[in-house]
Structure formats: C-alpha cells, structure tokens
C-alpha cells in the first residue's frame, strides 16, 4: 500500500489512475480464469479424507488452471479494446493482466502449502512478490519512475514469484507432473462451481467502479478514487481475515439457530468495535493518511480525502453487517445471497451511468455507500426471515451509540483543544475505552472466550 502511494505520488494521478483502472478490469475478467478452482483445492487439499488428491486430481487442476489463465489473458484484450483502449494502452492492459495472472497462478501454487499447514513458509510467500516489487521501484526511483517501468517491475516480480512458488511446490511435496482429462477437468469445475459465482461476483463488484470512473469521468478521478479505496482495502483486511474463522464456526451449527445467535451476537462486537475507531480517525483526520503525496495540490488531497471519509462510511455499514454475509452463506443462504450482490451490482452500473460523468470519483465514493447500505438491509431481512436468527437491536444500538459518542468527544477535541492529530486521536481512544465500557457492549466475560485460558480446551 505505501509502495503504491510512493508510486502515484511520482506518476501522478492521472498516469496511475489509468493502471488502476487497467488492473481493475483485470481483476474483473481475471476472476474467470480461476472459477473457484483455488478455495477448492485448498478445501480439498485440507481434508484427510482427501490425501490422495495431490498425487491424482492436482496434477489436473494445474494445466486446467493455467489454461484459464491463458483464454482469459485473451478474452481480457478484446473487452480492452471495446471499452476504448488503443495501442499503448492496450499493450499496457496486457502486461498488468499478465502480472495479475502470474500472481493469482503463484496463490493457486500456494494452496497445497496452506492446507498442509506449512504456516511459516506461506507466510513468507506471501510477501515475497510485494518486496521484490518494492526492491524493483526502489531501484527505478534514482533514474526517474515511469510508467512503463512500473508495469514492467510488476510484471517481473509477479513471474519471479511464480517460478519459485513452483520450485517451492516441488521441494516439498515432489514433482507434480501435469496430466490432461477431460472428464476429470470438467468434474472438478463442477464441483468448484459455487465457489466460482462468489469469486466472479465480488471481484466485478469491487472493481467496476475504477473502470468505469476512468472511461466516464478521467483517469485523473480514477487516481483520486484509486488513492482513497487503497485505504478501504487496507482496513477490509482485518474484516477478511476474521469472516473465515466466523464461516467456519457458522457452518458447524447449521441447524441450531441459538448457537448461531450466540455465535453472532459475539462477533458483532469482535468486528465492529474496532473498526468503528478507525472509521472516526479517518472522517475528523483523514488528511493524515496521504502523507506520502508530496506533489498533490491542495485541491487534489482535499478531493482525495472527501472521497476516503465517504468509502469509510462503506466500511462502517461493512462493520456492522459483514458477519451477517458470513453467517447466511455459511448455512445454505449462498443462492439468494449472489442475487443480492447481483442487484446491487446492476444499481451500482446505473448509478455510475447517471453520475460519474459530472461528478467523478465522489460520486463512485457515494454510489458504493449506497449499494453498500441496501445489501446490508437485505442481509438483515434474510437473517430473520430465511435464517431465522433474531438480530442484536439492543447490540446494534449501544455500538451506535459509543460511535455517536466517539464523534462528538473528537469533535470537541477539534474545536475546543485543537491539538495536534497523534494527541487528539489518543484522548479519542481512551475515550472510547471508557464508552465502549460505560454501554455495556464489551463485557470481561466476552474477553475471556475471545482469549480461553489454558484449561478452556478440556472443558
């Protein structure tokens, strides 16, 4: 994230704006080319039942994955080209697909080594293509960072990676041998399927807007837009890396509605809180967060930040309702959830339609939130009456009120302290400490099943 800020700060908005609108619509077509094939290899992979599979199905799933890598390198060039790309930019679109492709590849390479629990050694790769990235443009900066030379180093970092996540693969477990066969080919992407329409779903709608800002609006308002999300992708980790543990749990108790509510109830706080710290910090000192961009105008970091604290109000929606996604597509709900995101998809394509080209990147901030705010609306109605696990009211309310409280402390703060922002934003968080406390939404008994003591296991 800060190597991409470094980045934009020397191309400039508009010079990356367009990579960013180029590396979403990858991101969109490149979803095809995995079809779900990689959470469910590492599902399978993962199971004792499955031991086998490495030595008689995987050797399959590489050539038939890399193929769809391949056919969608190919599809992605005519829809470039559709959508207004020409020559250079077109060449530019295939380097950042192929960059992409390498990378979702070396994840794909990567699953026998996270289902085999090999923890130290994933870890490690999945920093490495981001620090030969950052090694490349550190290298660039002294004789003036390009575009072109952008590409190319992700390019190179992505491929470099592939190739020793294959080494890797085969110092481990042994040469895997690629076979072909149809049939097996085609059972298996049937059997992946319903991880496919979630993958195909979530990466257009992630990704649509940048596109569409830089075709309707400029690539300079897909920059702005492109510098403020990098924020919101940031902070979502956190939610991305807890929702599995939660699926999991979920998807143990799919018939016992009590323990799902118990379930739920508990996460609410475990996701919310925090982030609703972190969505306070950025709507009263957003500003802070671009400090990185030292040849921005005025104009352009206050456009940047106005498009940050609306994606941030997304993300507050997303702290509140994320856990309710995972519960309902943990327990058979998956179905009526992808219509859900598919309406909100196509109100978003219109939205966009109707204002990007007046009012650009702040729109797609405004758009996002509102799409954002019905699909949450619909997961609650789905929770009652599909799951039929009653929702937290008393919860949601207290949490909403420590948020409403937090604001107002930051807001005096502001006005009557005016300190500087490191300051503020500590008497903030002991203040919210004291709300979070003072609500009753955080409990010492919650803390101890969120951190059991060493006998919690026996029991």
């Known amino acids: ?60 799933l590489l050539p038939l994955r890399g193929g769809l890598g391949l056919a969608a390198l190919a599809a992605l060039l ?14 530019l679109l295939a380097a950042v697909a192929a960059a992409l492709l390498l990378a979702q590849y070396g994840q794909f390479l990567r699953g026998p080594v996270q289902a085999r629990q090999h923890f130290n050694t994933d870890a490690v790769l999945s920093v490495l293509e981001k ?18 030379g952008y590409v190319g180093a992700r390019l190179g970092a992505a491929a470099f990676t592939a190739a020793l996540l294959y080494g890797v693969l085969v110092r481990l477990f042994g040469r895997v041998r690629y076979r072909w066969h149809w049939g097996q080919a085609r059972a298996t992407l049937r059997q992946s399927a319903p991880f496919a329409l979630i993958v195909v779903l979530y990466g257009i709608n992630e990704r649509v807007d940048m596109v569409m800002l830089e075709r309707l609006a400029s690539p300079a308002e897909a920059g702005h837009y492109a510098g403020a999300y990098r924020w919101v992708d940031a902070v979502m980790m956190y939610v991305w890396t807890l929702m599995p543990l939660f699926f999991a749990k979920f998807a143990a108790v799919p018939h016992n509605p009590a323990e799902q509510r118990a379930l739920l109830w508990f996460g609410q706080r475990v996701v919310t809180v925090p982030l609703l710290l972190v969505v306070a910090f950025v709507l009263f000192r957003g500003e802070v967060l671009f400090w990185q961009f030292h040849h921005s105008t005025p104009a352009e970091l206050a456009r940047m930040t106005w498009c940050l604290q609306i994606l941030f109000l997304n993300v507050l929606v997303q702290a509140f309702f994320a856990l309710y996604a995972a519960l309902l597509n943990s327990t058979g709900h998956v179905r009526v959830v ?66 409403g409280g937090l604001c107002a402390v930051w807001y005096a703060l502001q006005t009557f302290a005016r300190l500087a922002w490191l300051p503020e934003s500590a008497l903030a968080t002991l203040a919210f400490g004291g709300l979070v406390l003072a609500l009753g939404v955080v409990r010492p008994a919650e803390l101890r099943r969120l951190w059991p003591g060493p006998g919690a296991g026996a029991r």
């Not at 005519?78 to 060449?91: E, F, I």
């Not at 950052?134 to 960072?145: C, E, Q, S, Y």
């Open 1 to 60: 994230m800060l190597v991409e800020n470094l980045v934009q700060d020397r191309l400039g908005h508009a010079a990356f704006g367009l990579v960013a609108a180029l590396s979403a619509l990858a991101v969109a077509v490149a979803a095809l080319a995995d079809l779900g094939l990689t959470p469910y290899a590492v599902q399978r992979l993962a199971a004792d039942a499955d031991a086998d599979f490495l030595g008689q199905e995987f050797p399959v």
């Open 131 to 148: 620090a030969l990235l950052l090694v490349a443009i550190l290298a660039l900066l002294p004789g003036g960072l390009t575009l072109g």
């Open 338 to 403: 992808s219509r859900l995101v598919a309406v909100s998809i196509v109100l978003n394509l219109g939205l966009n339609l109707l204002t990007l080209p007046r009012y650009g990147a702040v729109a797609a901030a405004w758009n996002t939130l509102i799409c954002a705010v019905l699909v949450s609306a619909g997961y609650l109605g789905l929770v009652r009456g599909r799951a039929r696990v009653a929702v937290p009211w008393g919860l949601l309310a207290r949490l909403g009120a420590a948020f």
């Open 78 to 91: 005519p829809v470039g080209w559709v959508l207004g790309y020409r020559g250079p930019q077109l060449g």
